[in-house]
């Protein structure tokens, strides 16, 4: 046994992990309102916690979520959050003890797939996961930003009521579309999660709402944010169902008085049309590309035979995973699926490489050039380039 004891955390000790989560962003512990909103994004049974001495100085949390994947299979998911340790604990592989625990305890569930958003990059790569999607940071001028004449126009946009909130934003993005891959299911314990700001008073957001022809197609959540000269409107949340959304939600934020910019604080999906929407292209700026799903395939055979696959020459590909021994093995890819097999390998890739190509938004043929991926047949790369590549990139915008 090590000094480090996990175990799973009952309800009356998940205030005190939530406490110590906040405390590792540098947060102070939530007031009770906050407190209220935020348990429930909890799921019973999913909280584990790390002791030393008696003393809990680690902890992590997770939630089922159905995630879309090439081919539009939804997959069951697990996303991994509120991973936190204690200040005065960190470097003595507290976070290693969860996570393996973690990956352990998904495995038993039957989960396929987890993913998270990671605070510090460099962190959560020798645990198995991968960078599956990025998206783009944009700022747009309010005073030069105007759409074209051309840009549909569909519908209405109007604010929600602050008692609305809770209930109108989660239906809309439950009718979207969850075609994209990434796309992510959001249960009653997301929506906890997401708004518990919101509640808590850390931040006031505004809601607008886009209908349609057909009804309610698109919303934003926003806030508001001081700067040196004047205010910016910063953009938390944005979904819609189609262009008219789109086109009709961007026309309202550029129209809202009193803010001299518009910003994301999440990332937006990097086919965003912004650009061609406005008369003028200069008027927006992409002002970084960040890393959105870190991907962690936890159980490779069910991920692999889940998406679809382009056409193309089948592929043997030999996966090592450190942390889930079972996964490890050669795996025959092709346009009618993939399975485990006996045969030589094409290709070698530990599994965090593999987590970076399974939704299309890294070509194997990059992760070689970069020395990530080892190519034991040259013609393999090539194919395996097509047997993963997807129409559109992987996207979630689905923060937690």
């Given amino acids: ?126 645990f198995g996961y991968g960078v599956a999607s990025r998206g783009k940071q944009v700022t747009v001028d309010r005073a030069r930003a105007r759409l ?36 992510q299911e959001r249960s009653a314990h997301y929506w906890a999660l997401a708004l518990a700001r919101h509640h808590g008073g850390d931040e006031h957001l505004v809601a607008a709402v886009h209908t349609g022809p057909a009804g309610p197609d698109g919303y934003v959540l926003y806030t508001f944010v001081r700067e040196e000269h004047g205010r910016a409107l910063e953009i938390r949340d944005l979904h819609v169902a189609n262009p008219g959304a789109q086109a009709g939600l961007w026309r309202f934020l550029l129209g809202v008085d009193l803010v001299s910019r518009v910003t994301t604080d999440d990332p937006l999906p990097l086919d965003l049309p912004l650009e061609l929407l406005l008369t003028d292209r200069d008027a927006v700026r992409t002002t970084a590309v960040q890393d959105e799903i870190w991907l962690r395939l936890v159980d490779v055979p069910q991920a692999l035979a889940a998406r679809s696959y382009g056409a193309a020459e089948p592929v043997v590909l030999s996966v090592r995973d450190r942390f889930l021994p079972a996964n490890t093995g050669h795996y025959l890819i092709g346009p009618d699926g993939a399975r485990r097999t006996e045969a030589a390998a094409d290709l070698e890739l530990d599994v965090d490489t593999l987590a970076a190509l399974y939704l299309g938004g890294t070509r194997p043929g990059e992760l070689a050039e970069a020395g990530r991926l080892t190519v034991l047949s040259s013609p393999a790369l090539a194919e395996a380039d097509r047997l993963f590549a997807t129409g559109r990139p992987p996207w979630s915008g689905t923060f937690f």
């Fill in 1 to 126: 046994m090590t000094d480090h004891e996990v175990q799973v955390l009952d309800e009356a000790e998940v205030r005190a992990a939530h406490t110590l989560f906040r405390a590792a962003m540098h947060h102070p512990p939530a007031g009770d309102e906050q407190w209220e909103h935020s348990r429930r994004a909890y799921v019973p049974g999913r909280t584990l916690g790390v002791r030393s001495g008696g003393l809990l100085v680690g902890t992590t949390t997770s939630f089922p979520a159905p995630l879309t994947v090439p081919g539009r299979a939804a997959v069951p998911h697990t996303g991994v959050t509120r991973v936190g340790v204690r200040a005065d604990h960190t470097r003595r592989g507290v976070v290693t003890e969860l996570m393996r625990a973690q990956l352990r305890d998904l495995a038993e569930r039957g989960e396929v797939l987890a993913s998270l958003r990671a605070s510090e990059a460099a962190i959560y790569g020798r």
């Fill in 148 to 183: 074209h004449p051309g840009a549909p126009v569909t519908g209405e946009v109007r604010l929600l009521a602050p008692e609305e909130l809770d209930t109108v934003v989660p239906e809309i993005y439950a009718r979207l579309d969850p075609s994209r891959p990434g796309w």
